[in-house]
């Protein structure tokens, strides 16, 4: 029993050593910032449109301070923030701490440099690693805050309707010192306490990391700094021990699944992707071995098109192998819902959008989050130069669990696509020590194969990898008791999996998602546009290449197709064609079919006229007639309607050929 208690004791006082909770002003998490400051002034101004920070740098800017709220739900916030960093800072790594409800973007010399959410534990900018003589004292920045969450506004709940009432309260904005030393070594600790605790007390591993963590606290004197390197060297030396042969690799990829409408509307997802991708860039900087992998061209040309600053830097990480467009589909779409030449439109805008953005296709298609997956997808992505998918939903399955985290999947058709879903059952996770342990534990193929991936960053709404994270797997990369974890790639993961594919089982025909029922009935309206649309845009292509082939003077109408083409498949995404989204992405939705129908019919009336100009031609003597056109590829008979000149409208027969 004295082990026990000793075993119990030892864990306590390390917890309560970092705890942010308990003796904060003893321990050593309490040391983690060291002098602050506030802003010199602080002033902003609200409006209930998402401006442009062109526009919103001439506003007039009022008086504003910490423990004023702002909102209503979906407004946005500009605060106008001046800051002096005090010359006694000389040689520190200053911050700029901004803590609020909602999602932040802070603007310094008119480029967005920083996404700040608290829920997604980004709280801070980076001012100076180490404050330069020569370095400005005095700057300005902008903060720009959406009157949102990192989930929308649910009232009372995530999924809930938004609250329209909400208000969002600003708790904190300063100037700090950030401690680096006392940072790493509560990194330290919390990869030792975690290992401690998770292990097992029948795990000799465990005891030497709570042995070591113990030591480490014992050395410690919180206030004098020079007491840590010899704590630090006790904790690497416990992180440099290796794994044997045998161990299971995981494959860590930076991950920030954007929902591209869902508790949020399509115009604060372009925001949302501006956040999350500018702190990617900011992490990237600092962190040259960090991966992330990106899908879903909509989401780049909407950053293109609005933050083009933003985008010329994620061009030059694409460039470099870090940034990773990957998927293929111009948005991760509904994997049901869509017609088959849907599906091929998503993938032929999407591997059009970035072979010419980025001189690549994808060789993956990334879909994690859809509520089902048509068995003829796997011969749709082997037409599109696909043979490998990523999804992970299906672990979400209700009463029958899936049998498989990497095997074959074959279509209808008898294609065979290398499929793999993260173990660890999400495509948001932190880097955690229990994450890893749950990644190898739950692999139902780990006999067959030996490597997975690990998805890490905040997802859904956005705000995707932390350095705490990055730092977390980086003293796990090769430490004895735990999987291999390196930053990887989806090539380097799937190029492994490949490697080890010949005892892979094989799945034939669908994958059934059991959940989230109701997804093929719910707001039955946007699944009527978009089956209209489809064949409005199919009429108009079918119409336009004949009158093309007929010669003459007509253009093809590539580019308003390819922009129609773009606002369809939009709507197909996994949270607004099953409507599971809220009221203001159905009204958003509804529009761009009003729109497609509208460009629709004015280009098939163009396509008509060039197609049958003669026909259409009235001539003398001859009675009102009607023209009939087939733009199906077979025969059909069927009842039309016509108008007469007394509004009264008579049916007739009409047998329609092939053209």
């Known amino acids: ?125 980076i001012l100076t690693r180490s404050m330069k003589e020569l370095e400005p004292r005095s700057l300005t920045l902008y903060v720009e805050l959406a009157c949102n969450g990192l989930f929308g506004a649910g009232k009372g709940s995530m999924i809930a309707p938004p609250d329209p009432d909400r208000r969002f309260t600003l708790s904190k904005a300063e100037l700090v010192i950030f401690n680096r030393d006392v940072y790493e070594l509560l990194m330290d600790l919390e990869i030792l306490l975690d290992m401690a605790q998770l292990l097992g007390e029948e795990n000799q591993r465990s005891f030497q990391a709570l042995y070591t963590a113990n030591q480490m606290v014992n050395m410690c004197d919180v206030t004098d700094t020079s007491t840590f390197p010899a704590a630090r060297d006790l904790a690497a030396a416990i992180f440099s021990q290796r794994n044997g042969e045998s161990q299971h690799t995981i494959h860590a990829v930076g991950h920030c699944h954007i929902d591209s409408a869902w508790l949020w509307p399509y115009e604060e997802t372009i925001r949302k992707c501006a956040r999350s991708w500018v702190t990617m860039v900011r992490l990237m900087e600092c962190n040259p071995e960090l991966t992330f992998a990106c899908s879903q061209a909509q989401q780049f040309e909407w950053v293109r098109s609005w933050y083009p600053g933003l985008y010329a830097q994620i061009q030059d990480f694409v460039a470099k192998g870090q940034f990773l467009p990957v998927g293929g589909t111009w948005v991760e779409m509904d994997g049901n819902l869509p017609s088959g030449e849907s599906m091929v439109r998503q993938f032929l805008q999407g591997q059009r959008f970035f072979q010419e953005q980025f001189g690549r296709i994808c060789s993956e298609f990334w879909l994690p989050d859809t509520f089902g997956y048509s068995a003829q997808l796997p011969q749709l992505m082997r037409g599109c130069g696909i043979g490998r998918f990523l999804t992970q939903k299906l672990s979400w399955n209700l009463v029958n669990t899936f049998p498989h985290h990497t095997f074959f999947w074959e279509g209808i058709d008898g294609s065979r696509v290398l499929t793999h879903f993260p173990p660890g059952d999400s495509y948001g996770m932190h880097g955690r020590v229990e994450e890893m342990l749950k990644t190898v534990k739950n692999n139902k193929d780990k006999g067959r194969v030996n490597h997975s991936a690990f998805l890490f960053g905040f997802g859904d709404g956005g705000g995707g990898p932390t350095q705490k994270m990055l730092d977390r797997m980086k003293r796990m990369t090769d430490t004895d008791g735990l999987p291999r974890v390196q930053i990887s790639t989806p090539d380097r993961l799937f190029s492994a999996l490949e490697k080890e594919s010949s005892q892979l089982c094989t799945w034939v025909g669908e994958l059934f998602l059991e959940l989230h029922n109701g997804t093929y009935t719910t707001q039955a309206q946007i699944k009527k546009g978009n089956r209209e649309c489809e064949r409005i845009l199919h009429d108009v292509e079918v119409l336009s290449t004949l009158a093309v082939a007929r010669g003459g003077t007509f253009q093809y109408p590539a580019s308003q197709l390819q922009q129609l083409w773009r606002l369809l498949l939009l709507n197909q995404f996994h949270d607004v064609l099953p409507g599971s989204c809220i009221q203001l992405v159905v009204e958003d939705a509804l529009q761009y079919y009003a729109e497609i129908r509208r460009a629709g019919a004015r280009l098939q009336e163009e396509a008509v006229q060039s197609l049958c100009r003669e026909l259409l031609q009235p001539k003398a003597g001859s009675t009102e007639s009607t023209l009939v056109l087939n733009t199906l590829p077979w025969e059909r008979t069927e009842v039309i309607s016509r108008t007469g000149p007394a509004g009264t409208e008579t049916l007739g027969m009409s047998n329609l050929g092939l053209w």
């Not at 001439?58 to 500009?78: H, L, N």
């Open 1 to 125: 029993m004295a082990a026990l208690k000793h075993r119990r004791t030892a864990l306590e006082r390390v917890e309560k050593f970092l705890s942010e909770t308990y003796f904060t002003d003893c321990n050593l998490r309490g040391r983690l910032f060291g002098d602050r400051c506030p802003p010199v002034s602080l002033s902003c101004f609200q409006t209930p449109r998402r401006i442009p920070y062109d526009e919103a740098v001439g506003q007039e800017f009022r008086p504003a301070k910490v423990g004023d709220s702002f909102g209503p739900t979906w407004e946005t916030c500009w605060f106008k923030v001046e800051l002096s960093i005090p010359p006694a800072w000389a040689g520190r790594e200053v911050h700029f701490v901004w803590e609020s409800d909602g999602e932040g973007m802070v603007w310094r010399d008119a480029q967005p440099v920083q996404g700040l959410t608290k829920e997604g534990e980004k709280t801070s900018y």
